[in-house]
């Protein structure tokens, strides 16, 4: 899992002088929450800049590498997900720009589903797909158009199925911003 961010504090001062120009009590306060939940987390500052810097913070959450792939079920009641998610969460809320990867983005989407419809108590991850609306890539020579720090304008649909025959297409933006777009019911046989 990745999340790379600028803080709504210090932003000049990452710019200016990377992770050493942010104080280390606001870097406890911004990742601790994190550290807690995993102890492998990995904070850096990098320069995303084709040309001028363009400094910001990539979070990588060690342990969940693909976290959920296709046909995978995603239970309510785990709270391991649930718990890094919130903390997840409450970083976002102290930064001015956001980039998630798909594997928190699916998180979230999850969330969505579980928070709007109490009955769900069990999602499965049928499909996602991605529309790039932006794609920075020939800024950033070292990193190739599908990686998600190159992505400004990028929207993830997910499908996930409930145990109940509902289906939820749920979109959500790269910066974290979620909505369910349509949820579908699996027409019943009668035989």
Known sequence: MKISIIPQKY??????????????????????????????????????????????????????????????????GLSGWSN?????KK??????????????????????VFTTHKKVTELQFVHQFEIDLVNN???????????????DEAYTIFILKAATDLYFVVGVHINGQCEILKTLEAP???L
């Open 137 to 151: 890539s020939p800024f950033f020579s070292s990193k190739p158009a599908s990686d998600f720090l190159c992505k």
């Open 188 to 190: 019943k046989l009668d």
């Open 91 to 112: 970083l976002l809320k102290k930064s001015r720009s956001v980039k998630l990867d798909a594997d928190v983005l699916l998180l979230i989407a999850a969330s969505k």
């Open 11 to 76: 932003g000049e001062q990452l710019s200016r002088d990377g992770l050493d120009g942010i104080p280390q009590a606001y870097r406890n306060e911004l990742f601790n929450d994190l550290k807690e939940e995993n102890s492998s987390v990995n904070v850096q500052a990098v320069n995303y800049g084709g040309g001028a810097d363009w400094i910001w913070i990539l979070v990588t959450l060690g342990g969940f590498y693909k976290v959920i792939t296709e046909g995978d079920k995603i239970d309510k």
């Open 84 to 88: 890094i998610l919130k903390k997840i």
